[in-house]
């Protein structure tokens, strides 16, 4: 089963968890998004609150407790038998972290609009302003479903296989940094923006061309590959492309703002 699902899919998908998990960083509030306009029986899903822990040394996204989560998508009425579809305004950049975050609690059938908003828009389709209530779900989060990294073996994969950084290429090279205490990355990491996985409309490109991309940033069959970004969000989006790819990969959650958290740990830049 593809990862992804169109909007015409969408449409004829009878009784899916539909999650809303618009966020920007730096405002404005994903929720206040989702009253403007949503897909109809769409709930909100917030990235900060729902699909991760409070910010601290771990990270400005660390991964959520297993009881957090569940409560989460309990709440959210989200069960184990029924599909799950997630989407955001934003080419999937978030909506890859609660398809990641779903998957690695253990959920079997989650995908994501490929497109997000603006193609269900684009399709002719309509949206709601209504809040929406549902029913509380039966999600049992367990965990492990999807591999993951720690900053050691995130260090590790650098050298001994390929660690995508998958932030714009001016945070990679240190030129800037927005959010984060320190600029630079990973020492061997390579720039692997994840505005590459998709084209101007927002959808995922083709396999065929995720893989002849990931192949020139030394992914192919057989060689050890895994993500990180700022904290664990876009990251998951790299994971995504892979995964479409036909390559398996981990992501590093804590990502660059765990990493710089611990002074020792060492920065490359250029």
């Known amino acids: 089963m593809s990862p992804l699902i169109t909007p015409a899919g969408l449409a004829a998908l009878h009784g899916a968890s539909v999650l809303d998990v618009r966020w920007r ?3 404005p509030a994903g929720v206040d998004l989702y009253r403007e306009g949503h897909l109809p029986g769409a709930v909100f899903c917030d990235v900060d609150a729902d699909l991760a822990a409070a910010p601290g040394s771990a990270g400005r996204h660390p991964l959520p407790s297993a009881e957090h989560f569940q409560r989460a998508m309990r709440r959210l009425g989200v069960d184990d038998g029924r599909p799950v579809v997630v989407y955001d305004d ?3 950049t978030t909506a890859a972290r609660a398809w990641w975050t779903l998957r690695y609690f253990g959920h079997q059938d989650v995908r994501v609009l490929d497109g997000g908003l603006p ?13 929406v209530e549902v029913a509380p779900g039966d999600f049992t989060a367990r965990p492990g479903g999807m591999p993951m990294l720690t900053a050691e073996q995130a260090a590790a994969l650098a050298g001994d296989g390929v660690l995508l950084d998958a932030r714009a290429a001016e945070r990679y090279r240190g030129e800037v940094e927005p959010v ?7 020492p061997g990491a390579v ?18 061309q995720l893989r002849a991309r990931f192949a020139e940033l030394g992914v192919r069959e057989g060689v050890a590959a895994g993500a990180y970004c700022g904290s664990g969000v ?17 992501l ?11 002074p020792a740990r060492p920065v490359a830049t250029g």
């Not at 193609?119 to 949206?127: F, I, K, N, R, Y």
């Not at 590093?252 to 611990?262: E, I, L, P």
């Open 234 to 250: 876009t990251a998951a989006h790299q994971v995504l492309a892979l995964e479409l790819a036909g390559l398996p990969a981990a």
């Open 25 to 27: 960083l730096g405002g």
């Open 90 to 92: 934003a080419g999937s």
């Open 119 to 131: 193609a269900w828009v684009e399709a002719g389709l309509p949206t709601d302003k209504d809040p």
């Open 180 to 186: 984060d205490p320190v600029a630079g990355h990973i």
């Open 191 to 208: 720039s692997a923006p994840t505005t590459g996985n998709v084209g101007p409309d927002g959808r995922f490109l083709p396999p065929e």
């Open 252 to 262: 590093y959650v804590g990502s660059w703002s765990h990493w710089v958290a611990d």
